[in-house]
């Protein structure tokens, strides 16, 4: 079992940065892939980035390739996400998510374990 919680939302202008962190539980952390997906109002839950046990592997949606980086300190059971450059339309809920296999994430969109999310909120 895995319990996610996320931080570090807000509001921000276009153009701004803002950093995300999950924070995990359980002692097993550093054997799962970790991802973020996002939600805006109205519209489905998209995949944005994800990355392996080890940290070696990455990947990105189209939409945050260049401008967001994740990254994991598997010593202190956290993830982050870095977003730079932010947008009016990255304005969404963003979650973490957790699950043995890295393919699961990233081409199935789909995770054991979830957040509830952070709101991210982008002014024009």
């Known amino acids: 079992q895995v319990q996610l919680v996320e931080s570090g939302g807000g509001l921000v202008q276009a153009g701004g940065s803002l950093r995300l962190s999950c924070a995990a539980s359980?002692?097993?952390?550093?054997?799962?892939?970790m991802g973020w997906f996002r939600q805006a109002p109205g519209k489905e839950r998209e995949f944005v980035a994800a990355?392996?046990?080890?940290?070696?592997?990455?990947s990105y949606a189209d939409s945050a390739k260049g401008r967001f980086t994740i990254s994991r300190d598997n010593a202190k059971n956290t993830v982050y996400l870095q977003m730079n450059s932010l947008k009016p339309e990255d304005t969404a809920v963003y979650s973490c998510a957790a699950d043995n296999d890295l393919h699961t994430i990233v081409v199935v969109r789909k995770a054991d374990y979830w957040g509830q999310g952070t709101q991210v909120t982008v002014s024009s």
């Open positions: 359980g002692r097993t952390f550093s054997r799962y892939a």
């Open positions: 990355v392996n046990w080890s940290g070696t592997t990455t």
